[in-house]
């Protein structure tokens, strides 16, 4: 179905009711790696049974927990094949702390379609308040999606961002298991593009990848493990646009530069010459 610029642009979303836990929190970090130093107290924080610290980044599964469907991809005046999508950016925006249990109402619009050509681009935003009407946090996403350009719109902005010209201050090495991918996808995100190996191949991939919202957490975590003392309670912000592909059981390399109270980070595959996993990285924190 060709895209409705008229229609989709602006167009106001369903409002969505969802709940989460402890146990979802802990399902989410132990997703991520969480617990690989098991006997580190900042790393079980992620983990405690009644009030385990949320990182930010679970604000990306939160509205998805218990799906066992794979996504649609239908807005008003847009619908396409999953197979043809791919996570272009995403970034969450903190309003406080995520509470560890909790209530919330998603209402939102989508807010921008860029006609690329040959794909077109996609920004959805989303606005999560509490029980009593509380800013939680916002979720701004974007999707491109293949062979879906042509219908007559702008192409849109370039948002390339430049590292600063020096030396990091930091580089972590985060590796993957073979099966990230199948445990992360207990999440909710049941796009079989990260499971079923022929899907991947149709799609034009050698095997399934991993979620993008996966590896955009496991760096969300290696920031704030090795930054922040394992403090996700300082997390304000984090973004990033989806680079390039990574297959479980590879490494990311998080090379990060702070500024004050901001990291940028530029995130690469180890095991194929630094290939870019993640770019145009902003991590914003409080004291």
Known sequence: MPI??????????????????PSDVQLYHLGLGAGARWTDPGELRYLDDK????LPSFATVATTLGDTEPPKVEYPGVTID???????????????PIPATGKATATGKVTELWDKGSAAVLTR???ITDSEGEPLWTDIS???????????????PSNKVELPDRTPDFEILTPTLPQQALLYRMCGDRNPLHSDPEFARGAGFPNPILHGLCSYGLVCKA?????????SGRVTGFRARFAGVLYPGETIRSR???????????????????AAVLSGVRLTFTD
């Open 4 to 21: 409705d610029l008229k229609t989709a642009l602006g167009a106001e979303l369903p409002s969505q009711e969802f709940s989460w836990a």
């Open 51 to 54: 009030r385990p610290q949320v």
């Open 82 to 96: 999953l197979a043809k999508v791919v996570h272009g950016s995403q970034e969450i925006v903190v309003h406080r």
């Open 125 to 127: 935003e989303l606005t």
């Open 142 to 156: 974007s999707i491109f999606a293949k062979g879906e350009g042509g219908f007559g719109g702008e192409r849109g």
């Open 223 to 231: 920031a704030t493990d090795t930054v922040l003392d394992s403090d």
């Open 256 to 274: 990060i530069w702070r500024e004050g109270n901001e990291l940028t980070i530029a995130a690469t595959v180890v095991e194929r010459d630094d």
